[in-house]
């Protein structure tokens, strides 16, 4: 099974700007569709961010969300990148990265990684 491990995450200021990786192993993340969700302090739910599609397709799950978070993939890292931009006080959280097998499906029953925390600072 596809396996699934983030990085990238810490205590940044409040305005910078944070990249979060989603590395892949045992296979390439190429063929799925690779997905970002947060989990919020003292919250058991996780949010859908944006997803990238194996055709390159970016959804994004929540439109306010589109002005400050992007998603890439490096395929020769096998590797997803969440890129947030400007982190305020509503960002920290745990960020998890997932694989399914398209964007658009509704219950992501696929890779789950264990997530890294991110904390925003005032």
């Known amino acids: 099974q596809l396996q699934l491990a983030e990085s990238g995450g810490g205590l940044v200021q409040a305005g910078e700007s944070l990249r979060l990786s989603c590395v892949g192993s045992?296979?390439?993340?190429?063929?799925?569709?690779v997905g970002w969700f947060r989990q919020a302090p003292g919250k058991e739910e996780r949010v859908g961010i944006l997803?990238?599609?194996?055709?390159?397709?970016?959804?994004y799950f929540q439109d306010s969300m589109k002005d400050r978070f992007t998603i890439s993939q490096d395929n020769s890292k096998n590797t997803a990148y969440l890129q947030i931009s400007s982190l305020q006080r509503e960002d920290p959280g745990i960020y998890v990265c997932?694989?399914?097998?398209?964007?658009?499906?509704?219950?992501?029953?696929?890779?789950w990684g264990r997530g890294t925390q991110v904390t925003v600072s005032s």
């Open positions: 045992i296979f390439s993340l190429h063929y799925y569709a």
């Open positions: 997932a694989a399914e097998g398209w964007c658009g499906k509704p219950r992501w029953e696929g890779s």
């Open positions: 997803c990238i599609g194996s055709d390159d397709e970016i959804t």
